[in-house]
């Protein structure tokens, strides 16, 4: 059952076939265009191969065309998620290497189509499996999101097999940046690589036409690789140690920990890593700057440095728990046993210093969101509470509750993933013109951001995903998972 189920879910039938050949119309609906612009009632939606046709009160409707019934309904561009990793792991029980690789694939996009994500950008993973699946997707050989990849990290792990590794000179810099670039990689995610690597770093990918996105380097700051051009930083990442005022030498006691003599010490039994983690995080809550916090955000702004706060990853890791509603969806779709925070023996028998590091990062988020910093939604899903979809409606719920109005949350999901990855004259926001990527809603997300989650169905290049095919795809995660 479930094999057909697959099979008719995910088959052969090219996608843009499907779409081309058959219009689709809805009607009588609310267009949130997301550019600003204010809510349009009663609009006619007609899209054809794939693309949104025409939009108006009057638009003529094309013979034979399969018509949805809008009324009482609201249509806003599909969401990205802009921080996952389907392909860095297997993630289901028993799975193991490249075919449990695919088997995450079954399980994910079924689960982000269905909670309205038709786009994501993959920040890590196996390069040959990710750009095998977008090439599927693209010639609509499978369902499934539009896929914005890269390989492993820079400064991790090798970026691809047969990648330099460990990185000892500018030139297995350059080697690893090429490899993506010839791997088909759309940007180079950069992770634990050494400051006195990055201008290697920033002008081989400039010359590779590839930009580069991830975390901080210790080194350097995250002021510093906002000057060296880095487009995107990750999960606040530095943020905090940025603006103490005592950065310099918090971040000294940190990279010592890396040097010979502090090893010695821990295996004497006389520096402990766990209590110094610990202690370097009471100085920089201790030492926070309100003039090293507005200088920072100016560097970011200045450098137009976007952030991925992935605040779902943020509360699971500083050991806060999910809504109920995520919980819920856990329960139904996550296999047993997931849906758990990573353990963090870091935070071990202490909640209340990581309880104070979210409080201090989401007031930092505030401050940047009302200097007009641009912000991404991300989850770097799946793992923990971040099941795929599910998890980035969290996400916007978070967003909002750090200050965003509903509309500039949707944004952070819709036009701003299309502005940041140059998509913008195709995705992002709901005009004619546009590829067809988008959902429909039974309650107004504008008004309350929590109704993003009273999704009627999805239309995914053109094709339309009513409540029955998106309970179906639900199923199939469902038992996937051993649900």
Do not use: C
């Not at 994500?117 to 993959?122: A, E, K, L, P, S």
């Not at 499996?129 to 539009?146: C, D, H, K, N, Q």
């Not at 959902?439 to 029955?468: F, K, M, Y």
């Amino acid at each position: 059952m479930r094999a057909a189920l697959l099979l008719t879910l995910f088959g052969a039938t090219p996608l843009a076939a499907q779409t081309a050949d058959r219009p689709l119309v809805i009607t009588g609906v609310t267009v949130i265009p997301g550019t600003g612009a204010a809510a349009q009632p009663g609009q006619t939606v007609v899209i054809q191969g794939g693309r949104i046709t025409a939009i108006g009160s009057a638009a003529r409707r094309p013979p034979g065309g399969q018509v949805v019934d809008g009324r009482g309904k609201f249509l806003i561009a599909g969401l990205w998620d802009m921080h996952v990793h389907l392909a860095n792991r297997p993630l289901l029980p028993g799975d193991t290497g490249q075919a449990g690789l695919e088997r995450n694939r079954e399980w994910a996009f079924p689960l982000l189509l269905s909670y309205g994500v038709t786009g994501v950008r993959d920040m890590a993973g196996d390069l040959g499996v990710l750009t095998g699946w977008r090439s599927l997707v693209r010639a609509g050989a499978i369902l499934g999101p539009r896929l914005v990849v890269t390989g492993r990290k820079l400064g991790n792990k090798p970026v691809v097999p047969g990648a330099p590794w460990p990185i000892e000179t500018d030139d297995d810099v350059r080697r690893s940046v090429q490899l993506l670039r010839t791997g088909g990689a759309d940007f180079v995610k950069v992770d634990g690589l050494a400051a006195r690597y990055l201008p290697a770093l920033f002008d081989a990918a400039a010359k590779a036409g590839l930009p580069v996105a991830g975390h901080t380097a210790l080194d350097l700051g995250a002021a510093g690789v906002a000057a060296a051009g880095q487009r995107s930083i990750e999960h606040l990442d530095g943020v905090i140690l940025a603006t103490s005022a005592r950065e310099a030498a918090i971040r000294a006691d940190a990279l010592a920990e890396f040097g010979w003599w502090r090893r010695l010490l821990v295996r004497m039994g006389l520096s402990h890593p766990i209590e110094d983690f610990r202690r370097r995080y009471r100085e920089m809550l201790a030492s926070q700057s309100d003039e090293r916090a507005d200088s920072l955000i100016t560097t970011f702004l200045q450098y137009q440095t976007w952030q991925v706060p992935t605040l779902t990853l943020l509360r699971d890791i500083r050991l806060i728990p999910p809504s109920e509603t995520l919980a819920g969806a856990i329960a139904r779709y996550a296999p047993p046993g997931g849906g758990e925070p990573t353990a963090d023996v870091r935070w071990e028998g202490d909640t209340l210093l990581p309880h104070r590091l979210y409080r201090q990062e989401v007031h930092l988020l505030h401050q940047m969101m009302r200097r007009g910093m641009p912000i991404l939604a991300g989850t770097d899903g799946p793992g923990g509470t971040r099941l795929p979809g599910a998890s980035l409606l969290d996400e916007l719920e978070l967003l909002v509750d750090v200050g965003m109005s509903p509309a500039q949350a949707l944004a952070s999901a819709t036009r701003e993933p299309a502005r940041f990855l140059g998509l913008l004259d195709s995705l992002g926001t709901v005009e004619p013109g546009k590829i067809a990527d988008l959902v429909l809603l039974d309650a107004n997300p504008l008004e309350q951001i929590t109704n993003v989650r009273r999704i009627h169905g999805v239309v995914r290049a053109g094709r339309w995903l009513g409540p029955g095919a998106l309970d179906s795809l639900r199923a199939v995660a469902a038992g996937l998972a051993g649900r």
